[in-house]
């Protein structure tokens, strides 16, 4: 994955689905999480 630079989230009642993007706002990738699932993807993220 490339630099990570906003990730947007749409939020649900049990599920989120975080969308990374770049600086040129080209998306780097889009997935389906659980709460907990969730919780370890941002705690695992790159600080850009």
Avoid at 7 to 15: E, M, P, Q, S
Avoid at 22 to 40: E, M, P, T, V, Y
């Amino acid at each position: 994955m490339g630099k990570t630079n906003t990730i947007g989230v749409d939020l649900a009642k049990n599920v989120f689905h975080p969308c990374v993007q770049d600086s040129r706002g080209h998306i780097l990738d889009k997935i389906k999480l659980g709460r907990s699932q969730f919780k370890h993807f941002l705690a695992t993220m790159p600080i850009s």
